[in-house]
Every structure is written in structure tokens, then in C-alpha cells.
């Protein structure tokens, strides 16, 4: 392997990793995250098979992350004529992963957590203790922010990549 190769496979191996370890701050699990990163940057569709030989991982646990990010709209599947395997393409807009991901965590973590804090708050509605009134306004304040990030979210996901950068640096400055 010439320098070059060697430099690109180094950097490679890197970012997979990398993706691998911040996956799991956005929810997923470490080999989803480099299942993802790895076709990411692939320049063609890749087997499950190959998926296996590059991050040296069983078929179940390939096969079942392939699976769960195409479920997500992360990866596609990519049929071949003449081939009886299935292929592996990720998308690879920005843009598109961020809105992706930012809808997957809405449903998996905002979702429920609104709807904790909605019925708290119902719950202890009535309640005239100092405690239960306290927990209740508690409970309203966080049921409003996190509502009204929720929506400030799909506003962002739902605007074109373009609008969206200018906003923000309007908003930032």
C-alpha cells in the first residue's frame, strides 16, 4: 500500500470510529454509528457481507443495524441485476442526515418526554400544597420548552438547507 492509501485508510478508520463514539450521544448504538459512517464515505453500495469484513463484526449484529438504518432512512437498499445480495447505499446530504436524525429523536426522546411532562402536570393540576403547586408549575415550564424546542426544531428540519444556514447566521451572528 503506497503512502497515500495508507494515509486515507488511517483517516478512514479514524472517522468510523469517531462516528462509532458520537453515535451514541445521538441515540444510536456504537456499531450502527460506524455501519453508517462506513457507507457514508464508501464510494459504491456495500453487502452486509463486506459490512462485516471491514468493521470485523457478526452477520446478526450487521444485518440487524443495516436493517434498523434503513429503517431510519439513513441507508437505502440497492438492487443489482444479477445479484441475488442486497447492496447498501447511506445517504450522504448533510443536510438530509441532520433532518433524519433530528425526526428519529423527536420520536424516540421528545415525544415521550412530553407527554411525561403532560400528564404530571394534569395529574397534580388540582393540587394546592406548596409542593404539589410548585411541582406542578414545574412541570408546566418544562411541558412549554421543550414543546416549544420541539417545534423550533421542525421549523429548522423543515426549511431548505440554504434558508436554514442563513437563519442561523442571522441568529448567531
Known amino acids: ?38 457507507l457514508m464515505i464508501a464510494s459504491q453500495a456495500m453487502t452486509t457481507d463486506e459490512v462485516m469484513e471491514e468493521l470485523e463484526i457478526s452477520r446478526g449484529n450487521a444485518h440487524t443495524n443495516l436493517k434498523e438504518l434503513v429503517s431510519w432512512g439513513l441507508l437505502r437498499i440497492i438492487v443489482k441485476k ?20 433530528a425526526r428519529e429523536r423527536k420520536r424516540r426522546e421528545i415525544e415521550p418526554a412530553l407527554s411525561i411532562l403532560h400528564k ?22 418544562l ?4 414543546g416549544f424546542a ?10 431548505k438547507h440554504g434558508l436554514a444556514i442563513q437563519l ?4 448567531l451572528g
Open 168 to 171: 442561523a447566521t442571522k441568529i
Open 120 to 141: 404530571c402536570a394534569e395529574e397534580t393540576k388540582g393540587i394546592s400544597t406548596p409542593d404539589g403547586k410548585a411541582f406542578h408549575d414545574q412541570m408546566k415550564a
Open 1 to 38: 500500500m503506497n503512502a497515500q492509501a495508507e494515509k486515507l485508510k488511517l483517516a478512514r478508520d479514524e472517522f468510523v470510529s469517531q462516528w462509532g463514539a458520537l453515535g451514541t450521544q445521538w441515540g444510536i448504538n456504537r456499531t450502527m454509528a460506524q455501519i453508517h459512517a462506513l
Open 82 to 101: 444479477g445479484e441475488r445480495r442486497e447492496f447498501f447505499e447511506a445517504e450522504k446530504d448533510v443536510w438530509n442526515i441532520f433532518t433524519i436524525v
Open 150 to 159: 420541539s417545534k423550533m426544531s421542525d421549523r429548522i428540519a423543515s426549511m
Open 143 to 146: 411541558e412549554e420548552f421543550v
